[in-house]
């Protein structure tokens, strides 16, 4: 009898280890990411952005997060409106200086939600569709992917969240980094999406209290400057998931230098197929663009 037992026990422990290799999807072998939802194709960090995108078939629905006066997490790359395509509950344009005077930070959700971020016609980015739409919360992005994954029957996909914040922005444009990653991972764990997610910045700090804090959430270090990769990972003090330079930074000696200490290397953001192709062709991990199209071809 307690040998029977015995050996139920260790099949029970062999299908829930079977069960959590299946739940818990590996890392894409190369990683195709919707910058702010694929903003070249519709308007930017919205929920009908990231529904196209996997629509397209990307891996990685990359999106950035802020935090407003009430403590939400929304989706926004900007400190406060931005005027290029954002309109006013009255449906009015706003001039540069009008626009900034609304720090996101500063505003509770529901006033944050009463603008329009996507029916103004965007001229950097001529092809978006123009849909009425505004910013939505993180919370409910999370929603709306997984129920559409799961009634489209469509693969997991992650999610490459960014923070965006900087020292001198604190407490005026984005709270201080143990608030933001507070109220950040809130929102990450009690949705039980961690496994499928990664948190980047610019702002080593966040990724640093994430890598002490919470150790099991994949981190991608963002880079803009000329300095070598050893120079980032000795400023950073630990090694991440992802090393994410612009893309004009990459060189083939780049990419073996991160594969060498086994870092993937996601650049960052790249609009051209020849741009594109030449990226794949030096062996980066991945890439980000904002035509999420040219990247599923």
């Not at 993180?138 to 969240?161: H, T």
């Not at 994949?218 to 990769?229: A, G």
């Not at 650049?267 to 192709?277: L, S």
Request: glycine share 6%; with cysteine; net charge positive.
């Amino acid at each position: 009898m307690k040998k029977h037992l015995t050996g139920i026990a260790i099949i029970s422990l062999i299908s829930l280890n079977t069960f959590a290799q299946k739940a818990i999807p590996a890392f894409p072998m190369f990683d195709t990411e919707a910058h702010r939802g694929g903003r070249g194709l519709m308007p930017e960090n919205t929920i009908p952005a990231v529904l196209h995108a996997i629509d397209l078939g990307v891996t990685t629905l990359e999106m950035d997060t802020h935090i407003t006066a009430d403590g939400k997490v929304i989706l926004s790359h900007d400190d406060a409106f931005n005027p290029l395509f954002t309109l006013t509950p009255d449906g009015k344009e706003m001039s540069k200086e009008e626009a900034h005077q609304y720090a996101l930070l500063k505003m509770n959700y529901a006033d944050i939600a009463k603008f329009d971020v996507g029916i103004k016609p965007y001229n950097k980015f001529p092809g978006q569709k123009k849909i009425k739409v505004y910013i939505p919360l993180l919370e409910a992005v999370i929603d709306s992917v997984q129920q559409y994954l799961k009634a489209k029957g469509k693969p997991q996909v992650f999610y490459n969240i960014e923070t965006k914040s900087k020292p001198e922005g604190d407490n005026i444009y984005n709270p201080e980094p143990e608030q933001f990653v507070k109220l950040l991972m809130e929102v990450i764990e009690r949705k039980k999406i961690t496994p499928y997610v990664i948190i980047q910045s610019f702002d080593k700090r966040t990724i640093q209290l994430l890598n002490k804090k919470y150790p099991q959430v994949k981190t991608s270090f963002l880079v803009d400057d000329k300095r070598i990769l050893d120079e980032h990972l000795a400023e950073l003090g630990y090694k991440p998931f992802i090393y994410s330079p612009a893309y004009k930074m990459v060189t083939p000696q780049m990419v073996q230098q991160c594969h060498a200490k086994g870092i993937k290397i996601v650049p960052w953001t790249v609009n051209t197929a020849d741009e594109i192709a030449s990226l794949k062709a030096m062996g980066v991990d991945g890439i980000i663009s904002d035509y999420p199209n040219l990247l599923v071809k």
